[in-house]
């Protein structure tokens, strides 16, 4: 008669190896709810400088002037067509609302350099003025900023820096 002998793992083995599975997990989901965090942030600038860029993509294929006012307040953004003063390159009653976006609501701080809060963008695709948008906000410990600029000359938007 042989004696087989059994290969395998001892119960102990396993759940040795399923504690220590479940301890690097926990390391992964930590850093995996800092990384959605870090996401959302520059998600957020970029969809400012889309918001933007938009406007001034209305404002060159409709060859009129179009643009952007921040409601900080009440944390949105319109994009408008400016119909009641041209010159004056600022959101009125009157003008014609193409699109509000919403901003975050956990954005603590929010600061746009534009006179009236407004950036307009001419048929040529210019800008009205070069100006910068700000924004702060505070999460977990964590600061977190970015800013934005436009430059009046061609009316290039680019997001300038977003630290998590």
């Given at each position: 008669?042989?004696?087989s002998?059994?290969?395998?793992?001892?119960?102990?083995?396993l759940m040795?190896?399923?504690?220590i599975?479940a301890?690097?997990?926990?390391?992964?989901v930590?850093?995996?709810?800092?990384?959605?965090?870090?996401?959302?942030?520059?998600n957020?600038?970029t969809?400012?400088?889309?918001?933007?860029?938009?406007?001034?993509?209305y404002?060159?294929?409709?060859?009129?002037?179009?643009g952007?006012?921040?409601?900080?307040?009440?944390?949105?953004?319109v994009?408008f067509?400016?119909k009641?003063?041209?010159?004056?390159?600022?959101?009125?009653?009157?003008?014609?609302v193409?699109?509000?976006?919403?901003?975050?609501?956990?954005?603590?701080?929010?600061?746009?350099?534009?006179?009236?809060?407004?950036?307009?963008?001419?048929?040529?695709?210019r800008?009205?003025?070069?100006?910068?948008?700000?924004?702060?906000?505070?999460?977990?410990?964590?600061?977190?900023?970015?800013g934005?600029?436009?430059?009046?000359?061609t009316?290039r938007?680019?997001?300038?820096?977003?630290?998590?």
């Open positions: 008669m042989r004696v002998k059994q290969s395998g793992f001892t119960m102990i083995e040795i190896i399923a504690v599975i301890i690097v997990a926990g390391l992964f930590h850093d995996f709810s800092g990384a959605i965090r870090k996401i959302k942030w520059h957020f600038a969809d400012i400088q889309s918001s933007l860029r938009g406007a001034r993509s404002a060159i294929s409709h060859q009129k002037q179009y952007v006012y921040f409601d900080t307040t009440a944390n949105k953004l994009i067509e400016d009641v003063n041209k010159s004056g390159y600022s959101y009125e009653p009157g003008d014609s193409v699109r509000v976006d919403s901003v975050e609501a956990d954005f603590e701080w929010f600061w746009v350099s534009f006179p009236n809060q407004t950036i307009c963008f001419l048929p040529n695709g800008a009205s003025e070069t100006g910068y948008i700000d924004g702060t906000n505070y999460d977990d410990g964590n600061y977190q900023s970015l934005i600029s436009v430059l009046a000359a009316g938007v680019s997001v300038d820096w977003v630290d998590n």
